[in-house]
């Protein structure tokens, strides 16, 4: 099956710093996803990004499927950013249902 | 904006028990997906309902079923739990109308523990 990576593992910022967390994944996808999942545990959406760039705020995606990787952008980073970033893809040779989630990114925000 | 709703939040059972966990798809989402998320790990697709079909299947154990309801709500029924079952559980929905680049909204999770 498909295998996604995510870098770094872990991301320990100063709040106001900016950071790049990044997504490879071994196959064409037809749905690449960026959640993030907070100290509670609920999962976020933030992105729906198979291809292209978007802007969220003070997030920011992008994913260039033929080089196979995505990147999300974080400026100015808050507190509350912190948890953990979960890049997920659907593989477009493979199921059209089922994502498969990379091992995340643990990113703290220290005030 | 509606949410996907699980219930119940948080169970507690004894190790050979049972549970089921019920899921609230988004209003007019045809898709039902569950996810199952061990501590410390990434989350696990376990099966997935489209039009009240089973649509695909995961690393779902046999003592787990499920099956998507006329009204489109899901429910996982779990049986002969064991320790390791353990875990954050997910329900996601998603609209197929949109085609295969479809959105997957993920509700807040069954935190599951098994004394």
């Known amino acids: 099956g498909i295998q996604v990576e995510q870098s770094p593992p872990d991301l320990i910022l100063q709040e106001g710093a900016n950071s790049t967390l990044r997504c490879n994944f071994s196959d064409s996808v037809n749905n690449l996803q960026w959640f993030h999942q907070n100290p509670w545990g609920q999962l976020i959406n933030l992105f729906y990004?198979?291809?292209g760039t978007k802007q969220n705020g003070r997030l920011s995606a992008t994913t260039v499927a033929t080089e196979r990787y995505s990147l999300l952008y974080i400026s100015s980073s808050q507190t509350t950013d912190s948890g953990v970033y979960f890049c997920?893809?659907?593989?477009?040779?493979?199921?059209?249902?089922?994502?498969?989630f990379g091992k995340g990114t643990l990113l703290t925000v220290n005030p | 904006a509606a949410g996907v709703i699980q219930s119940p939040r948080h169970l507690i059972k004894e190790k050979r028990e049972t549970a089921t966990l019920k899921c609230y798809p988004i209003p007019r989402h045809d898709t039902v997906y569950w996810y199952q998320q061990g501590p410390g790990q990434d989350p696990q697709f376990l099966i997935s309902f489209y039009e009240k079909m089973q649509s695909d299947k995961g690393s779902i154990p046999d003592r787990f079923s499920a099956q998507q309801f006329s009204d489109y709500h899901s429910e996982l029924n779990m049986s002969s739990l064991e320790l390791g079952d353990s875990a954050l559980y997910f329900c996601?929905?998603?609209?197929?109308?949109?085609?295969?680049?479809?959105?997957?909204?993920f509700g807040p999770g069954t935190r599951l523990l098994v004394l």
């Open positions: 990004i198979p291809s």
């Open positions: 997920a893809v659907k593989d477009s040779g493979g199921s059209n249902y089922k994502l498969t």
């Open positions: 996601a929905s998603s609209s197929q109308l949109a085609g295969l680049r479809e959105t997957q909204y």
